[in-house]
């Protein structure tokens, strides 16, 4: 055997030595990429080593098919490690307890109202109320000063208060306010003026309901008129003065009462305030 093979030999098993030794490495960095995190980082490597013969500068025998090194050196290929991560991950993990429940937010604004539903059924009677409480409305008022006919209608006003439960006479309008609808039972007295008509009415609301009336005269009479009437809560009654188209007038003075107004409750009906 010729020396120069004998040498490419021994420098054939030194590289060989070199690549086992750098397979063994990846295997270790291998493992431990399947239980670290850490980022593998190929190690270095040795610089290629070109196999040069003592004998390069010396022709080829005749007929051994050699052919001299063209390049002066030969370069061993680079190795890249590549690691398929897919086969990495593993099977999918039981789900984990439930964790506690968070503070309960803000309240929201509130929503927009709803359609008005379905009219329910009628529902049943109530208990009988306490036959022992019974409701009271009476006024007794009168007018000390005369009063004649104007351009326009009059309310009578009264300056004398005999009578008025709880206020249902108001003083300033010359009106009976109802607080407790039910049937009541109302009187005008009037004084007549000598050689006038009187005329006037009992008012329900801007309702008519009853005339006090008396003819001109050379005396002075005393005039009456009475009615119930069946009043919802709320309504009105009082005395009015006819306008002048009919010249009347009624009579008074400063010192006794010549007119009155009375009305009470005779029979309450749905309870009032």
Not at 85 to 110: C, N, S, Y
Not at 113 to 129: D, E, H, N, R, T
Not at 157 to 179: E, I, Q
Not at 255 to 260: E, F, K, L, Q
């Amino acid at each position: 055997m010729r020396l120069s093979s004998v040498l490419c030999l021994l420098s054939g098993l030194k590289q060989l030595q070199r690549r086992e030794r750098g397979t063994a490495m990846l295997g270790v960095l291998l493992l431990l990429s399947l239980t670290s995190p850490v980022a593998l980082v190929p190690p270095p490597r040795d610089p290629p080593v070109s196999c040069r013969y003592c004998c390069d500068h010396l022709e080829p025998a005749e007929g051994s098919g050699a052919q001299p090194p063209t390049g002066g050196s030969s370069h061993m290929p680079e190795v890249r490690t590549y690691i398929n991560m897919t086969i990495l991950k593993g099977d999918k993990g039981d789900r984990g307890d439930r964790g506690t429940p968070g503070k309960t937010g803000h309240e929201g604004p509130p929503g927009s109202i709803g359609p008005m539903g379905s009219k329910g059924s009628k529902g049943q009677a109530g208990l009988p109320g306490d036959p022992c409480k019974i409701n009271y409305s009476a006024f007794s008022v009168g007018r000390r000063k005369s009063l004649h006919s104007l351009e326009s209608y009059q309310a009578l006003l009264f300056d004398t208060v005999f009578v008025n439960l709880d206020g249902h006479f108001d003083m300033f309008k010359g009106k009976f306010l109802c607080h407790i609808p039910g049937i009541y039972y109302f009187n005008v007295n009037i004084h007549t003026w000598n050689f006038k008509e009187t005329y006037l009415h009992i008012m329900q609301n801007e309702t008519e309901r009853a005339i006090v009336y008396a003819q001109p005269s050379d005396r002075s009479i005393m005039q009456s008129q009475s009615l119930m009437l069946d009043l919802e809560l709320g309504e009105e009654v009082w005395v009015r003065l006819y306008k002048r188209e009919r010249e009347n007038a009624i009579y008074s003075d400063d010192v006794d009462v010549y007119i009155t107004f009375n009305g009470y409750l005779i029979k309450a009906g749905v309870e009032g305030k």
